[in-house]
C-alpha cells in the first residue's frame, strides 16, 4: 500500500500564506515590544501593549508550530493505490455511474 501525497497549487499558495502569517505575527509582537508604534507611555498603554506582544508572539509561535507539525493539511491528503486506481475516470459522470452501478449490485 504505498502513499503518495497530493499537493495543488491553491494548496501550496496556502501554505506560503500560513509561514507568512507566522513572519506577520511575530513581526507584531516586536514591534509591539519595541514601542514601534510610539504609544503614550502611560503604565495603562504599558501594560496593554505588553500584553498584546506577548498574546502575538504565542500565537506566532503557536502557528508555526503547527506548520511545522503538518497540522494544516490544507485539503492535501494521502491516496493509497486503489484510490488512485479509482481516480482514473475521466469524468466525473463516468465515477458516478460506476457507484451506481456497484449499489445496484449491492441490492
Do not use: C, P
Not at 497530493?6 to 519595541?34: E, H, P, R, S
Amino acid at each position: 500500500m504505498k502513499q503518495k501525497r497530493q499537493i495543488g497549487f491553491t494548496d501550496a499558495l496556502k501554505m506560503f500564506f500560513g509561514i507568512f502569517m507566522v513572519f506577520f505575527y511575530l513581526m507584531v509582537a516586536v514591534a509591539m515590544a519595541m514601542n514601534w508604534f510610539g504609544w503614550y507611555e502611560t503604565s495603562t498603554w504599558k501594560a496593554i501593549r505588553w500584553f498584546f506582544a506577548i498574546a502575538f508572539g504565542a500565537y506566532g509561535i503557536y502557528r508555526g508550530y503547527r506548520e511545522i507539525k503538518g497540522e494544516h493539511t490544507y485539503g492535501m491528503r494521502r491516496l493509497d493505490d486503489e484510490e488512485q486506481q479509482e481516480s482514473q475516470y475521466s469524468t466525473y459522470a463516468d465515477r458516478l455511474k460506476d457507484l451506481n452501478n456497484q449499489h445496484d449490485e449491492e441490492k
